[in-house]
């Protein structure tokens, strides 16, 4: 398996990994699977060259198999936070160890840089596996957003997630 950053050439995978995620998994996405179908390949191009937005890949063979993004907050008293977003495995890579692999290459990345204090997400609340791997990187619950999506008449909680960080720097 391969764990890399993904760059503009990673587009068009990126994309049609990303566009499954919300066909399959909807409730794990604030974004609907009608809004990203919409948006053409350029914007995935500007979204993977987003220098505070960075996305990691991990890769069976040629394929492109496990995605997560993170992004680092601009404010100047909040650039040392960053949130975990756009995760998310294929079906037929679960199980296989590619996500766990995935965020380590991302700690890794994240110790080198020195450059944040502390890692955020937020996943739906009745995700239970999401959850639990969350835990298992070391992640802990901070709090619950109700109703921080509403789809299709339904409202969907957020549980919010913290893990502190011990980079270089401090």
Known sequence: MEYRQLTKEDAVQYRELRLIALQTDADAFSTSFYEANERPLSATIENLENPYAISFGAFSGESLISTMTLIQLQGKKTQHRAELVAV??????????????????????????????????????????????????????????????????????????????QTEKQ
């Open 88 to 165: 998310y495995t294929a079906e037929k890579a679960r199980g296989t160890g590619a996500a766990s692999g995935l965020f380590d290459y991302l700690l890794a990345y994240i110790r080198s840089e020195g450059m944040l204090e502390q890692l955020e997400l937020a996943v739906n609340a009745a995700n239970q596996r999401a959850i639990r791997f969350y835990e298992r990187c070391g992640f802990q619950r901070i709090g619950t957003t109700p109703n921080a999506q509403k789809t299709e008449g339904r409202s969907i909680d957020e549980l919010l997630m913290l893990m502190p960080l």
